[in-house]
């Protein structure tokens, strides 16, 4: 069975710090990998798209991506209270459905 | 990414009646995809719906139950038929659009639904 695992937290950091996100998938043949950020009471929205080993950076979002190992990570820096929120890692494999992990919940104190 | 609209945004329903769910994009698109996330849980996708040939269902979800429509490039409807309490839930439509290598998914805003 495929599967997307992430801690569910909650992660705690001060504001400013980074947020270190992680997230392990066990499809090998998975392709596409996704962060979206779900606030409460609302629909995920996409902030980081990763398909190369390696880092992508946006702003102040870095997505991670060994698929030796089998894990992508988000890192966020100088973060904020409005970035608290509930991170869900998604992965694809050849077709275009998605599967979920069931996210991490991050809170920024100030 | 796209815009993308949900009605209604949330309903109350009795035991046993249907519900349709719209979902409206702002271009047209091939795949349209139908999720659900229950109270404190991650997302579960129920059907991929192309425009032109029949949704398919993932396991655990049938036709009977949640009957898909996809008239045209820009719209589908999802029916939640014969509701039970175990139903209530966020119903989520997305997109997929190309980006570069990627497909990527974007959701519209939920439905919200409670079955008494």
């Known amino acids: 069975q495929k599967e997307v695992e992430q801690n569910s937290g909650p992660l705690s950091v001060p504001e400013g710090a980074i947020a270190s996100l992680n997230c392990t998938y066990s499809?090998?043949?998975?392709?596409?990998f996704f962060w979206y950020r779900q606030y409460s009471g609302k629909s995920p929205e996409l902030i980081m798209s990763i398909y190369s080993n390696g880092d992508k950076e946006d702003g102040r979002f870095t997505a991670q991506l060994n698929k030796a190992s089998q894990y992508v990570s988000l890192l966020i820096r100088d973060s904020q209270p409005s970035d608290s929120a509930t991170y869900l890692c998604a992965v694809n494999g050849n077709t275009d459905k998605l599967i979920f992990g069931t996210g991490t919940r991050l809170q920024v104190f100030p | 990414s796209a815009v993308i609209s949900q009605k209604p945004s949330r309903d109350i329903c009795q035991r046993g009646t249907s519900l349709t769910i719209q979902c409206q994009v702002d271009?047209?698109?091939?795949?349209m995809f139908w999720y659900r996330q229950q109270p404190g849980q991650s997302l579960t996708l129920i059907a991929t719906?192309?425009?032109?040939?029949?949704?398919?269902?993932e396991s655990g979800f049938v036709i009977d139950k949640f009957p898909i429509s996809r008239p045209n490039l820009t719209f589908s409807t999802l029916t939640v038929s014969n509701m039970s309490p175990e139903d209530s839930s966020i119903y989520l439509c997305s997109v997929s659009r190309t980006s570069g290598y990627i497909n990527e998914q974007f959701f519209g805003p939920g439905t919200r639904l409670t079955v008494l």
């Open positions: 499809d090998r043949v998975s392709q596409s």
């Open positions: 719906a192309n425009q032109g040939s029949e949704a398919t269902y």
């Open positions: 271009s047209q698109v091939t795949m």
